[in-house]
């Protein structure tokens, strides 16, 4: 029987989803991909970095902007006057999430995941939100700035965030029956839970 297993994670800013994602995966002793998964689609398709970053899910998606006009000269030499459209890139770093997912128990932080892992037989798919104040708080503190600067950077993000997956998903951001479980972080912690979740997907597949 193969057990291994997937978690997705999908998050407000500021909510601490990343964090709880990172410390959820140290406790099980899995691997977290978030920004490595650019990393990883770049080398094996051989191409930038730059062009993934356009298509991240932070960049936001215009449904005008099919295209991408991003250049290269090593990519100009290798696709001659071809662009490369949102869908492909995004498709590129799909298969990339699918092998990942297939080859061992990880968890997966954006970027989508739980769509792409659909029809993965061992996935749940955590959405992460926290109250509005506690998330301006740590955006303050994490990047520096006032509090209503903050506040501003949060609506810009997520309203990004789900312009991304509502359109390559064709699901709804943040909406309770796009995933298996919704968790507020201000309830309980950070730590407590990411016990939380932990005790649900253990509970969950018998681990």
């Given at each position: 029987m193969d057990e291994k297993f997937v978690i997705t994670i999908g998050r407000q800013v500021g909510s601490g989803g990343r964090e709880i994602g990172e410390k959820l995966a140290a406790q099980m002793g899995i691997s977290?991909?978030?920004?490595?998964?650019?990393?990883?689609?770049?080398?094996?398709?051989?191409?930038?970095?730059?062009?993934?970053?356009?298509?991240?899910?932070?960049?936001?998606?215009?449904?005008?902007?099919?295209?991408?006009?991003?250049?290269?000269?090593?990519?100009?030499?290798?696709?001659?006057?071809?662009?490369?459209?949102?869908?492909?890139?995004?498709?590129?770093?799909?298969?990339?999430?699918?092998?990942?997912?297939?080859?061992?128990?990880?968890?997966?932080?954006?970027?989508?995941?739980?769509?792409?892992?659909?029809?993965?037989?061992?996935?749940?798919?955590?959405?992460?939100?926290?109250?509005?104040?506690?998330?301006?708080?740590?955006?303050?503190?994490?990047?520096?700035?006032?509090?209503?600067?903050?506040?501003?950077?949060?609506e810009k993000t997520d309203k990004k965030r789900a312009g991304y997956y509502n359109y390559f998903s064709n699901k709804v951001w943040g909406v309770a029956e796009s995933y298996h479980l919704c968790v507020n972080s201000s309830v309980l912690g950070i730590d407590e839970t990411v016990s939380f979740i932990r005790h649900f997907v253990e509970k969950r597949f018998g681990l």
């Open positions: 977290s991909y978030d920004k490595e998964l650019i990393k990883i689609a770049s080398q094996e398709s051989g191409l930038g970095k730059e062009f993934f970053e356009q298509v991240d899910e932070k960049a936001g998606h215009s449904i005008f902007g099919g295209l991408l006009g991003l250049r290269s000269s090593l990519v100009d030499e290798i696709y001659s006057n071809h662009y490369l459209s949102n869908e492909t890139l995004f498709k590129i770093q799909s298969d990339v999430i699918r092998d990942l997912a297939g080859k061992q128990s990880c968890i997966f932080i954006g970027r989508c995941a739980d769509y792409v892992l659909m029809e993965h037989p061992r996935c749940i798919n955590v959405f992460i939100c926290a109250d509005l104040d506690d998330r301006i708080r740590r955006i303050a503190g994490i990047k520096k700035i006032p509090e209503n600067k903050a506040k501003e950077f949060i």
